[in-house]
Structure formats: structure tokens, C-alpha cells
């Protein structure tokens, strides 16, 4: 089968949700860590399971690069081949090229993206037809379709061609998709022109796919032109489909997205800030370099379940992150992917009982940043 | 108590024995992992416990560096520091300072070492008096006297000198010793030379230490030598104390020492090849960034019960290594140590039914080098 998204109840717009996938089901809203190349940093699948990540997401353009996507094929899919055994998702590979690739190493033709590998430098060309054929023999739960990502700001005129270009890509790749265990999600864009997103929601939502992600957000606008993003661009959705945020893991835009009626995310910044020895907590980010937390021998968050913070003092993954110790990132790491989707159970839990802008409003009054 | 060592049982020479701390007992010959600065690189305690380390080694000379040993004290001591439930060993800081510290940047006096911190080249003087206050707070389960490690090879009349400096420092040392709870082991010094080492061994053991450890292997000479070292170290050491060789992880060379006589090691040797992409096996290391081991999807070695052979293939962890994702190192670092633990818990069994040299013959038969 591919997936099965069932609607459970609303809280105004904050939808409580099930996902069955043939690796399971999980519940929505739901936070996904990022396993760039088929490794959430530093993370055993373990260590995955027990911080209650329902999914997870793998970036294509990196696994096409290496190893690529024939030796996953061949260990049987990106299940087997990093062993985790609940869901994945597979990205695109759009956003790496459009991000990783300076300017003048991209031309956007209407057949796809000709770029140098971040790698080697070598001339690569990715098409829709080519991400969904590599995200085929990946085999993850749910592919993407390939998306124009636009910078931000730029014209209107601009906006319109690349989202007809978007349109036109989506209707490509989903012609060429032929994996019956793989769900394919469309992408709507439209930047922060209301007018645009409605089209290419509608457009999309023409071609009938299995989910929606919302595109085009944290390229660098502000957090109330990403709001307004969300706004314009889920209104034409279906609700029986679900609705995804690519690119956003700060606790207060998921609080801000489930609010509009987004139900799954993905963000680098949980592991990303862990390397760099940052940690989510209740009352906003810490930064366990600062002075103040050597001799601090308390967990990282009183109260929190994770393995981190029922074994470990700030003073010992102080110590770690400065000499440079794997194991500092990886404590955190599990701390903040933690934090993330703990914070979706509650909001779960709020919507279950009508009460998620209490919650949401009480949770934003403690967290400071 | 300090610790209380038994011998169960000789094969020959070779020895089972049983080790009391106030952190649990276990059996020996025992392996023991590097925590260089309070943790075995990559790896949680966790992982160590279900890898079936007895016990663990902490460098004296990066803790009182960073975090200082009167954080860890304030913290409760290196085991709640580090949450390691399990017996811990610490160094005199001395191998460190010899091999760290360039010739030029390092002055050996009757009062100790003059040197450069190796992190922002500030002047220190570690004494045998500094590294036995060190470890006293460090509060480790055994401590080592803190004697000079020579280079290889040096003249008669230098290892002379060296020799009975040593011996001074060692009687420093146990003089300040005051923690209750802590054993203090002696080290044999001598180099290659037979009488040297004899009067080293009988000079150190009129001390009454609580252990043994045979220094000054290791630093270059040919195994030929380091065999004969051990054995000219070892004949005059007490059969109701623990001995140590400091600093062998390789399977060939624990063989050869259990055979005469050694109980307990310790190396770097297990996580640092594992970092670099490579696996202890049966039939010899490999190295996983060999492009044979691309599509090999079966485990690093079959039949061994590691988490990283019972979950992972070669082609995932060459993924890893090649691509410098840190779970790789990780896994390595975890079936490696386990190689070797799991060699000792085979020697143990072979001693104890008297079958020790069939059991080395036929393991050094297989293992190529």
C-alpha cells in the first residue's frame, strides 16, 4: 500500500492525525529528524525509537551522490540498507541543489537543474524524472515531488514562471512514478503572493497526490510572511491529505504551523544546534559552552525523559562539547530531538482535549529567545 | 576498600583471576577501553556495559587539564561525572607528557616534569606528588604511580638513571597517596635490559603496592622485545597481585602476554582504527574504505554478537566512514572493542580448562596480519 492519512478530530484549524505506512503508523502532528545520508548525525535507529520519532526524513541528492542509489537498491531499499524500521521520507533533492550549488553553477532549464556536485565539481543534471526514479529504488514510505525553490524575495513575474515550471515538473515526475509501496507527495509554492499560492494549490491538488508540503518557507523572509505562507497556501488543501512544512523545526513556528493546520515537519536544527552545543529547553535555547554551566551538575532539562537528561549534567556534555567529543553532540542531539517531538505529544494531547491555543499560548510565555 | 585481586586458576603461566572494586568485580585477563577525557570515544556507558567492559582507563593528564580534577571532584568523582557505574583506572599523566610534549618543550627534573600544555602552550610542571593529588580526586578505582617513560632505545647508563628516578617518584607518590578507596599500582621500568628490569621489579614491589604494571613497552621496539621485556618485568612480580601491561590492544600481543603472565590491558588502538574505517576480524583487520565492501551487505564479521554486526552491514558502516558521519566510527568503536573483550572472555574459558596455547595457537593461525 502507500500511505493512509486519517483525520482523528480538529481544534479550530490544529488537526489531530493517524499515518499508516507499511512500516507502521504514527500519529500527527509529528516532528521528523533529518538523516542527511541515511544517518540522523550521531544517532543509532535506537536512539530514534526511543525518543518516539514516528519518521524520519533522507536527503536524495546526497544519497544519489553516495553511495548511490543503485547499491541502496541493491541492499534491498534505504530500510534495510541503515536498518531503521519505521517510516522514511525522501526528499526531492530540489533544495540541495538550489541551496548547495552557488548561482553561477545552476542553470534552471525547463528540463531540470544543471549544477556542479558539491562534491568534485563535476556536471550533474537533475530532472523530476530523475529524482523520482532515484526515490523509487530508495523506497522510502513517502517521495517528494521536484521543486523549484526560488530565492526570496524575487519578482512576481519570476514567481509566476517558476511556478508554472513547478506545475509542470510535479505532472513529470508523478508520470514516471512507479513505486506501489511509495506515496508522492506534490509541493505547493507561490512565495508571498497570495494569489499565486492559491493557483498552485489548486493546480496541484488538480493532480491529486497522496499529501501536500508547503514550499518555500525559511528561505530567509520573516517569521509573519512565513505565517502568511502557511495561511495562503493550505486553505485549498484537502483535508483528508496530509499537510507537511519542509524545512521548519523551531518550537514556535511548529506551534505557529499546527496552529493553520500543518501536520508533519523536518529541520536540521535539533542535531545541528546539538553539535554546536545548543539545547531546547522550556524556557528557550542554552548554550552549554557558556562558563556558568561547568561546574553545573544538573540535566540539561529537569523533568525531561530523554536519555540524556535522566544520565547526564550540563557540567559533563559541557565538558564533551569543548574538547570535541562525539558523544556531547549525540547526548544533545538526543535531547533536542526530544524536545521536538515531545512538544508535538503535547500539542497531540492539547488538541485531543480542545485546548491547543492554551497550551500553544503558554508554552510561547516561557520560551524566551 | 581498595581493590582485592584473586587468582582463580594458571594455564602455565597464564592466569585467571578475579578483581573486587568498590564498583563491582570482574574477571581477568579484561581488556580495558580508553576514555581519554572521561569518555570512551563515541560511546556511552551503556555501550560499554553491553559490550562486557569490566573496566575503563581516563587519562590523568587531559582531566586535570580540562575539566580539572576539581570539577570532577566537585562533581562527586570521575564515576558520577562520567555516569560509569563500572570499575574506572586512572594514568599518572606521565605517558601523556612524554609522548605530547616535544624533546625541546619538556625538562625532566629530580621534582618532576617542566612542560607545555599541549592546548595553549602555557607552562606546567606535573610532580609525582601533583599526579597522585590529581588522581586521589579524580577518585578512579585504581591509580597509577606517576615514573618516567622513556624513548626507545636509550643507553644503559641513561635507563640506569631513569630507573631509579622512578623509583624515587614511585615512593613520592605512594607517600601523599590518601584515598581510601583507591588502589595505587607500582611500575616496572627497565627497557630492554634484563638486570635493569629485575632491579626495578624488586625495588617497586618492596614498596607493597596494591598492583603491578609492566611500563615501558610499546614505545617503538620490535615485538621480539617487547616479549622479552614483559618476561624479564614479570618474573619478579608478586602471583597475588594484578598485572598490567600498559598500553597493548593487539589481539596477537595480549595473546603473547596472557601467556606470560599479564592480566589486564589497555589501548586506543580499537576506537582509534575504528575512527579511521577499520575492523578487527578473525582472519585480520580490514578496512572499510576498501571499495570491495561497497555492496557488501553482510555484517563487519559474521558470528560476532555486537550491536554493530547484529544491525548493520559492511556497505552501511563503509557509507558511513566514507562519508565521515560519526555513527560509523561508532559502530566501529563498539565491535572492536567488543573483538577484543570477547577474546578475553575466550581466553578466560581456555585457561580455565587448561587449554590456553591450543586456544593461541589457533586463533594467531587465522589471524593475518
Known amino acids: 500500500m502507500k500511505i493512509e492519512y486519517k483525520l482523528i478530530k480538529n481544534d479550530n484549524k490544529a488537526r489531530l492525525g493517524k499515518i499508516k505506512t507499511n512500516y507502521g503508523e504514527y500519529d500527527t502532528p509529528m516532528f521528523m529528524p533529518v538523516g542527511t545520508r541515511a544517518t540522523v548525525k550521531s544517532l543509532s535507529p535506537d536512539e530514534l525509537y526511543e525518543v518516539g520519532s514516528g519518521i524520519v526524513l533522507a536527503n536524495t541528492y546526497h544519497l544519489w551522490l553516495r553511495p548511490g542509489e543503485d547499491t541502496i537498491k541493491k541492499a534491498g531499499g534505504l530500510h534495510k540498507f541503515m536498518n531503521y524500521k519505521r517510516p522514511i521520507l525522501t526528499d526531492s533533492g530540489g533544495f540541495q541543489v538550489f541551496s548547495l550549488a552557488k548561482n553561477k553553477e545552476k542553470d534552471i532549464t525547463e528540463e531540470g537543474v544543471h549544477f556542479k556536485s558539491h562534491l568534485d565539481g563535476s556536471n550533474l543534471l537533475l530532472t523530476p524524472e530523475k529524482s523520482i526514479e532515484i526515490q523509487n529504488k530508495l523506497d522510502s514510505d513517502i517521495a517528494m515531488s521536484f521543486d523549484e525553490c526560488p530565492p526570496y524575495p524575487v519578482s512576481y513575474e519570476y514567481m509566476k514562471k517558476s511556478v508554472d515550471r513547478t506545475l509542470r515538473w510535479a505532472k513529470r515526475g508523478k508520470d514516471v512514478h512507479n513505486n506501489p509501496n511509495q506515496a508522492l507527495f506534490g509541493i505547493v509554492q507561490g512565495g508571498e503572493f497570495r494569489d499565486l499560492r492559491e493557483y498552485s494549490c489548486k493546480k496541484t491538488v488538480e493532480m491529486d497526490f497522496d499529501g ?157 529567545n
Do not use: W
Not at 302 to 324: P, Q
Not at 353 to 368: A, S, V
Open 212 to 368: 501536500y508540503s508547503i514550499g518555500g518557507t525559511s528561505v530567509g523572509e520573516s517569521k509573519e510572511v512565513m505565517y502568511k505562507m502557511i495561511d495562503d497556501g493550505i486553505r485549498y488543501l484537502p483535508v483528508d491529505k496530509v499537510r507537511y512544512l519542509m524545512g521548519v523545526g523551531d518550537p514556535i513556528d511548529i506551534l505557529e504551523a499546527v496552529e493553520r493546520g500543518v501536520d508533519i515537519f523536518d529541520c536540521v536544527l535539533p542535531t545541528r544546534i546539538a553539535r554546536h552545543g545548543q539545547a531546547f529547553t522550556r524556557s528557550g535555547k542554552i548554550n552549554l559552552n557558556n562558563a556558568r554551566f561547568k561546574e553545573d551538575f544538573t540535566p540539561v532539562e529537569e523533568g525531561c525523559d530523554c536519555y540524556a537528561c535522566r544520565n547526564f549534567t550540563k557540567g559533563y556534555i559541557r565538558h564533551l562539547i569543548t574538547t570535541k567529543e562525539t558523544l556531547g553532540g549525540r547526548l544533545l542531539s538526543i535531547h533536542n530531538i526530544r524536545f521536538l517531538i515531545r512538544l508535538t505529544e503535547e500539542i497531540r494531547e492539547a488538541i485531543r482535549e480542545d485546548r491547543f491555543l492554551e497550551y500553544k499560548n503558554e508554552f510561547i510565555e516561557k520560551y524566551k
